[in-house]
């Protein structure tokens, strides 16, 4: 497997745009997690997915961020309007090799800058 | 106060020198416990993975769990240039399904070993 695939890896826009954020997660895997990581937060988690059905959206900062899994293989991360604090690392991980569901495993994340 | 607390460093070694690397926690439900190690512009990839309290070694990796301080530790023996990384605890809470899957990260810790 390729593990898990993000994409853009890097994006740039401009305050009031739209960005979505995509990920495709291990095949097999039932469980999908978006994360935010800053230097003075670190890693977030913003919320998680089981069997495609949103479990925990707790760490959604505000409305402007949605997440949707329509399929098992297919996750977006949209902030809209984007706004320059939204600038961080953002990583999608999947969950649910059979060994063990604790373990995570992530992509390579998306780096977004808001100007 | 977070869940789980992490000295962020930087933290500077020469190379062959013994690192320890450190988490406390408050959460007492923790009952899984792991290290990621992240590279510069990567996502986060599993380093080391226990269960409860105890010693865990692979090669020059020890990870060490006391749930009776609520403390976690991870050795590095005969570090190497390739070790310089910002390295993450994560902790999880009992159980397979729902919450348990549900990973908390400390702030990570940046390791730097010169040559």
């Known amino acids: 497997d390729a593990g898990v695939i993000q994409s853009p890896r890097h994006e740039v826009t401009e305050m009031g745009q739209e960005v979505t954020l995509r990920c495709k997660p291990i095949s097999g895997h039932d469980y999908l997690f978006w994360y935010r990581q800053t230097m003075m937060r670190g890693l977030e988690l913003l919320i998680y997915f089981n069997n495609n059905v949103p479990i925990d959206d707790s760490g959604m900062p505000e409305d402007r961020f949605s997440a949707k899994m329509p399929n098992a293989s297919f996750s977006t991360l949209k902030i809209q309007p984007s706004e320059p604090r939204d600038s961080a690392v953002y990583f999608c991980a999947s969950s649910g090799d059979r060994r063990s569901k604790n373990i995570q495993y992530f992509g390579a994340g998306t780096r977004l800058s808001v100007l | 106060q977070k869940e789980v607390e992490q000295d962020p460093g930087p933290l500077s070694v020469p190379e062959g020198a013994i690192v320890s690397l450190n988490c406390t926690y408050s959460?007492?439900?923790?009952?899984?416990f792991m290290w990621y190690r992240q590279y510069s512009r990567k996502g986060p990839e599993l380093l080391m993975y226990t269960y409860s309290s105890g010693n865990k070694e692979d090669g020059r990796f020890t990870a060490q769990v006391d749930k009776s301080s609520k403390y976690i530790s991870l050795f590095i023996r005969d570090s190497q240039p390739s070790d310089s990384a910002t390295y993450l605890c994560a902790m999880s809470a009992s159980g397979l399904t729902g919450g348990g899957n549900k990973l908390t990260f400390g702030t990570g810790t940046q390791l730097k070993v010169e040559l």
């Open positions: 959460n007492s439900a923790f009952q899984y």
